[in-house]
């Protein structure tokens, strides 16, 4: 361990803050900074994971460059498995880069993107699939989004993959024992027992596929469109809602937004609220337009929030608008609960059969209520369930190819084909589940993933 060079960087964003981090991994990260190092402990006999506090002198101009902690993690027992320096300054952007050139200047090289966190997966000290939780833990825009996250990174996917890997590789193993000793005295392999083996892994792998959909929402989130009449309440509620969650930042960079939208966290889901109020405000123009129009829109939407004015009478375009909302996932929200009632529910309950809040968006009433139902309605439960989540795209087109693999094994068998040919497809779907933990991998892989990441990370 610690045969490559010694990298350093910031470990902090840039720019004014109460401390700034220096981080250096390597087998002379020690010896780097205690030739700056004036304190009352000699860094180099210093003992592992204790912080000491000292001054970074310059050794030729004997300057005081610095008032510093440094935290020492001997390898192999740190975050990169080599020996790793943290040095805590005042946070200063200037300060840090002071540090950081003289640093540099005494036999480290600046860290490329990730390759902390690279050097800690090649390190056997986290497997691919946690590495990628780092960068989604540092990313993460909700708090689901962070559970799920911080899931991942204490190894709950990556240890239930490997699970799967092993069935696979137990598969395997008598086959090929068979293909490369076919004159020994291997036990017959039964293509029943075979076939009933592979089937109980595509199952699991496709019970874990099952949650990427919810996978997906917490990581691009989903768009609700909020449509109705006028004056039914519509940006009423957009505002109550955006008022009642906290409002974030799209998840989806490059992404512009405009007064008709906003990005909010609804329960740990990144929801982009669209107002159609403002698309058209006049009851003529939605006449003119009609429901055509309103169908486009709301066909964008992952979920339809219709509105109805509870003391209002319904009307077809309203019937229409439940229709719509039948077919995908939505919830008809009944406005205006402060006011007497006039709706006709059963007429409802014939055109929609999904889910009824009443609130009172002009008195932020059953906003809390509405909110949960969406969270529901988008999750399906499954951000408690057992099961891990799988959030990446990576690991989802991962997975696809080891049941397609799985499947043209099991075609194989049932053809009676050679077993060496069942057995290259099995290899084929150990080679690619390994993938995702990283049990198998190549250098391009290793480079796509971790490019992603940021410096000092
Ligand atoms: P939009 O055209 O559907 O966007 O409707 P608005 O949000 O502009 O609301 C239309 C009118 O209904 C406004 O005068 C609001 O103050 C009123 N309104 C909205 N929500 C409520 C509510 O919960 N209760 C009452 N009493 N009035 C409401």
Excluded at 181 to 190: A, H, I, L, T
Aim: charged share 25%; proline share 3%.
């Amino acid at each position: 361990m610690g045969s490559s060079d010694t990298i350093c960087a910031l470990a902090t964003p840039p720019g004014e803050a109460g401390l700034g981090i220096i981080r250096l991994s390597g087998s002379d990260a020690i010896s780097v900074v205690a030739k700056f190092f004036q304190g009352k402990q000699d860094l180099l006999k210093a003992k592992s994971h204790r912080v000491f506090y000292g001054k970074l002198i310059h050794p030729e101009t004997q300057e005081t460059i610095a008032e510093v902690m440094c935290a020492i993690m001997k390898s192999p027992h740190s975050y990169t498995g080599e020996n790793v320096v943290e040095v805590s300054a005042h946070g200063n952007p200037l300060l840090l880069q002071r540090i950081l050139q003289i640093f540099l200047s005494s036999g480290c090289r600046l860290a490329e993107n990730g390759e902390f966190t690279k050097r800690a997966f090649l390190n056997g000290k986290l497997d691919l699939s946690q590495a990628e939780a780092v960068i989604q833990v540092v990313r993460a825009k909700t708090s689901s989004a962070l559970t799920m996250a911080v899931q991942h990174l204490e190894g709950k996917l990556g240890r239930h993959l490997k699970e799967i890997r092993k069935k696979i590789l137990a598969i395997l193993s008598p086959i090929e024992a068979g293909i490369d000793f076919p004159e020994e005295e291997v036990p017959e392999v039964s293509s029943q027992g075979l076939k009933e083996d592979i089937i109980e892994v595509i199952e699991q792998i496709q019970e874990l596929l099952k949650t990427a959909a919810s996978g997906k929402i917490l990581r691009e989130g989903v768009s609700a469109i909020i449509a109705g009449k006028p004056n039914v309440g519509k940006s009423s509620l957009f505002n109550a809602l955006l008022r009642e969650s906290r409002a974030i930042v799209t998840p989806i960079p490059g992404t512009t937004r405009d007064s008709l939208e906003e990005w909010a966290d609804i329960k740990g889901i990144p929801v982009k609220f669209v107002d159609t109020a403002g698309l058209r405000n006049t009851r003529s123009r939605v006449e003119k337009i009609g429901i055509a129009r309103s169908r486009e829109s709301l066909a964008k939407g992952e979920l339809v929030l219709v509105v109805l004015d509870q003391s209002g009478k319904l009307e077809s375009y309203d019937l229409e608008l439940l229709n719509i909302a039948q077919k995908k996932r939505g919830i008809a929200v009944l406005n205006k609960s402060d006011l007497s009632s006039a709706l006709d529910l059963q007429k409802i309950r014939e055109a929609y059969k999904g889910e009824l809040v009443s609130v009172s968006a002009l008195h932020n009433q059953g906003i809390q209520e509405l909110e949960e139902k969406i969270a529901d309605i988008l999750m399906e439960g499954q951000i408690h369930s057992d099961t891990p989540m799988i959030t990446l795209m990576r690991h989802q087109a991962c997975l696809e190819r080891t049941v397609h693999f799985l499947t043209e094994s099991l075609g194989t068998l049932e053809k009676n084909y050679p077993l060496d040919l069942a057995a290259a497809d099995l290899r084929g779907a150990a080679e690619t589940i390994g993938e995702i933990t990283g049990d198998y991998y190549t250098d391009d892989l290793i480079e796509k993933i971790f490019s992603d990441f940021c410096i000092g990370k």
